[in-house]
């Protein structure tokens, strides 16, 4: 199928601006994301002026933030991070669904990439193990999702 017309983003000289949503609920965990997703950008080629970081209370906060961040900013892409760790009532379901559906519904209407690092596990084990560990680090995954976008759509 190589006589067939391609697109796809991706990661080297992409360049763009990026606006990084980061959560304040559960830190010790979206501050290693955050880590992960800058240093990502970073050695991907973007220019740390070219990124800033926006802070909301938690995950719930969101969708509203990276909202207002592209109706008030001129982004490339956003990348929502966050972490929702399931307790022992059914708090863990509504946070984490409405901030997913949230997030898309804003990704979908404003037609700027928003990647979505939030964190949703059982256990704060499996919340340590997805930011930075062995199951590597999902704030970054989210800054290579963004980057890919970015150059996938300069391209188109």
Avoid at 23 to 48: C, I, P
Avoid at 124 to 134: D, L, N, P, V
Wanted: glycine share 10%; net charge negative.
């Amino acid at each position: 199928m190589t006589d067939i017309k391609t697109f796809e983003g991706t990661f080297n000289n992409v360049g763009g601006r990026y606006a990084l949503v980061v959560a304040r609920f559960n830190s010790f965990v979206v501050e290693a994301l955050l880590d992960g997703a800058v240093d990502t950008l970073v050695r991907h080629g973007v220019s740390r002026d070219d990124i800033e970081i926006v802070r909301v209370p938690g995950a719930w906060e969101l969708p509203v933030a990276v909202k207002k961040v592209l109706e008030k900013r001129d982004y490339d892409a956003v990348v929502a991070l966050g972490a929702v760790i399931r307790g022992g009532t059914a708090h863990f379901e509504f946070v984490a669904g409405e901030a997913a559906k949230g997030i898309a519904a804003v990704q979908n209407s404003t037609g700027v990439p928003v990647a979505f690092g939030v964190l949703t596990v059982d256990t704060i084990e499996q919340a340590i193990e997805r930011s930075g560990t062995k199951a590597g680090n999902k704030g970054a995954e989210a800054a290579l999702c963004a980057l890919e976008m970015v150059s996938l759509f300069k391209a188109l």
